[in-house]
């Protein structure tokens, strides 16, 4: 099993639809999770980070976290053309150094 | 700018030469990581700094890899005898926060090994 998987996509919605990304993770000790944003060929992007279970919300985007079923996801309001890109999620791995995890990325195509 | 910034953006190489890459972090940033992507892949975890600390190394670093951080600023990268696997893009973040959690990136060196 992955530490941290996504599916792959690509995720089609059109634009002003509302794109829901997902992503699970099995290291139960895991406490931080975060969603960045990559354009292709381009670095990633932090976009939102997520402790605590439950929802939040920055702008268009909300983060919700289950920590019980180890789930998390990013929902998109109101996609944009922009917003086309490959989404990933990214666990702190928790003992020690605090490093990123990251799903293999879920890629999202918002048509006008 | 006060990103994250690494040198070079790009770097083409023959198989067998070493090639080195450097990252600067956000000022005053303690915590500067490195992780490869290669494509339709997340990025990996390499290494870890804190401050001119290396304090962990992944499985994937084998001995041709190297990094120092020396005086607890900017990093560098070394791969020696580069090997076709080693092309990638070569990521470097840096985070200041208690926990080192919310990590920025820079714009990544990508390095095709020819």
């Known amino acids: 099993q992955k530490e941290v998987e996504q599916n792959s996509g690509p995720l089609s919605v059109p634009e002003g639809a509302i794109a829901s990304l997902n992503c699970t993770y099995s290291?139960?000790?895991?406490?931080?999770f975060f969603w960045y944003r990559q354009y292709s060929g381009k670095s990633p992007e932090l976009i939102m980070f997520i402790y605590s279970n439950g929802d939040k919300e920055d702008g268009r985007f909300t983060a919700q976290l289950n920590k019980a079923s180890q789930y998390v996801s990013l929902l998109i309001r109101d996609s944009q053309p922009s917003d086309s890109a490959t989404y990933l999620c990214?666990?702190?791995?928790?003992?020690?150094?605090?490093?990123?995890?990251f799903g293999t990325g879920t890629r999202l195509q918002v048509f006008p | 700018d006060t990103g994250v910034s690494q040198n070079p953006r790009h770097k083409i190489t023959k198989r067998g030469q070493n090639v080195t890459f450097r990252c600067d972090p956000i000022?005053?940033?303690?915590?500067l990581y490195w992780y490869r992507q290669t494509l339709g892949q997340g990025p990996e975890f390499l290494t870890y700094?804190?401050?001119?600390?290396?304090?962990?190394k992944s499985r994937l670093l084998s001995d041709r890899f190297s990094a120092e951080r020396p005086k607890g600023s900017f990093s560098t990268l070394e791969i020696q005898r580069t090997e076709q696997g080693d092309s990638a893009m070569y990521l470097c973040?840096?985070?200041?926060?208690?926990?080192?959690?919310?990590?920025?990136f820079g714009p990544g060196t990508r390095l095709l090994v020819l």
């Open positions: 000022s005053e940033h303690n915590r």
């Open positions: 990214a666990v702190n791995f928790p003992r020690g150094t605090d490093k990123l995890i």
């Open positions: 290291d139960r000790g895991s406490q931080s």
């Open positions: 700094f804190q401050n001119e600390a290396q304090l962990e």
């Open positions: 973040a840096s985070s200041l926060t208690p926990r080192g959690e919310t990590q920025y």
